[in-house]
């Protein structure tokens, strides 16, 4: 089974600029995550996406938005470039019924603002 | 609001030592699902294990371990016989309950390195 997958996986951006990055979660996952992950915050958690409506929401402003199709692929969104966006940003995919919390995650996308 | 807190930010050791990776969570929920990721330096997060809070059983998988206590707050992680390859940051995380989704909330990590 194909793992998720992400892409870019690296991207140099400017201030100002905007950048949309998109996962493609494992075959049959309807949960789609991303998390930011940077040196001095660690990883936080953006958004979680279920069968292409948004559940959760973490503590970004609204630069940072996303959406997910019917074929479960989300993208994420980030308008309005800041320095302190530079990050990995990784995506997981998971199929959070019952007991099964389990999520795998993609190899993420490196962003550098400039 | 839940926490997960490791304090050991980095862990050094010689191949074939055992090694134990500190966690300690906060919440208030009575469900509660917690979770181990390994991250070489390739950056993906490796799934490692899921434990939900009704099962304190300690587990064992090849030269990995968990040991869960509810009582102190903890879910740690120790490496037998360490090897090169476990050389990674190690991260400890929390799902809060039935209702919360899929959202994680991590430990700040644990860098581990191996040497040979």
């Known amino acids: 089974k194909a793992g998720v997958t992400q892409t870019p996986r690296y991207l140099i951006k400017t201030r100002g600029q905007q950048v949309t990055l998109s996962c493609s979660p494992i075959?049959?996952?309807?949960?789609v995550s991303w998390y930011q992950q940077t040196p001095g915050q660690g990883l936080q958690f953006l958004f979680e996406?279920?069968?292409?409506?948004?559940?959760n929401k973490g503590n970004f402003p609204g630069r940072f938005s996303g959406r997910q199709f019917s074929n479960s692929r989300s993208e994420m969104n980030v308008s309005t470039l800041e320095l302190g966006d530079s990050a990995l940003y990784l995506c997981?995919?998971?199929?959070?019924?019952?007991?099964?919390?389990?999520?795998?995650f993609g190899p993420g996308t490196r962003l550098t603002v400039t | 609001a839940q926490k997960v807190t490791q304090a050991q930010t980095e862990i050094s050791v010689v191949e074939k030592e055992d090694v134990t990776l500190d966690c300690v969570y906060e919440?208030?929920?009575?469900?509660?699902?917690l979770f181990w990721y390994k991250q070489p330096p390739s950056g993906e997060l490796v799934f490692l294990i899921r434990?939900?809070?009704?099962?304190?059983q300690n587990e064992i998988s090849g030269r990995y371990s968990w040991n869960f206590q509810k009582s102190t707050s903890s879910f740690n992680f120790t490496i037998t016989a360490s090897q090169v390859v476990d050389s990674a940051v190690y991260f400890c995380?929390?799902?809060?309950?039935?209702?919360?989704?899929?959202?994680?909330?991590f430990g700040e990590g644990t860098q581990l390195t191996v040497n040979p």
């Open positions: 997981a995919s998971g199929h959070p019924t019952g007991n099964r919390y389990e999520q795998y």
């Open positions: 075959s049959g996952h309807r949960s």
């Open positions: 996406y279920f069968s292409e409506t948004q559940r």
């Open positions: 919440t208030r929920d009575t469900t509660y699902y």
């Open positions: 434990r939900n809070s009704f099962d304190e």
């Open positions: 995380a929390l799902i809060r309950g039935e209702t919360s989704g899929s959202r994680l909330t």
